[in-house]
């Protein structure tokens, strides 16, 4: 089994910043594609960023130049670094992985909890 655990969110003002960070634990093999998604109040989740296991990254248009997605895989973790935060950024955070739990095993993906972003005007 995998855990993601999410860590960073909180209340901040608009323009300001913040750093979410994810942890995988469990036994796997290697991770793969890891990434951010979000949920604002009655909204659907959807993509934040990604990055790849070779570090090429992906960011949905709304947080390009604002948003930095990077990975530490030595320590299996990986960051969304938020700046320039608006209103309109609110809402739960999830870390997302793709895991191959064992050589030669499909990709498995897994969730963490979520960490709830909230940003005042």
């Known amino acids: 089994q995998v855990e993601l655990v999410e860590s960073g969110g909180g209340l901040v003002q608009a323009g300001g910043s913040l750093k979410l960070s994810c942890t995988a634990s469990?036994?796997?093999?290697?991770?793969?594609?890891m990434g951010w998604y979000r949920q604002g109040p009655g909204k659907q989740r959807e993509l934040v960023a990604t990055?790849?296991?070779?570090?090429?990254?992906n960011y949905a248009d709304s947080v390009k130049g604002r948003f930095a997605i990077t990975r530490d895989n030595a320590k299996k973790m990986v960051y969304l670094q938020m700046n320039s935060l608006k209103t309109e950024d609110t809402g739960v955070y999830y870390c997302?992985?793709?895991?191959?739990?064992?050589?030669?095993?499909?990709?498995?993906?897994?969730w963490g909890q979520g960490t709830q972003v909230t940003v005042s005007s």
């Open positions: 997302n992985v793709d895991v191959v739990r064992r050589l030669f095993y499909p990709t498995d993906n897994y």
């Open positions: 469990g036994t796997f093999f290697s991770i793969n594609t």
């Open positions: 990055i790849s296991s070779g570090g090429g990254t």
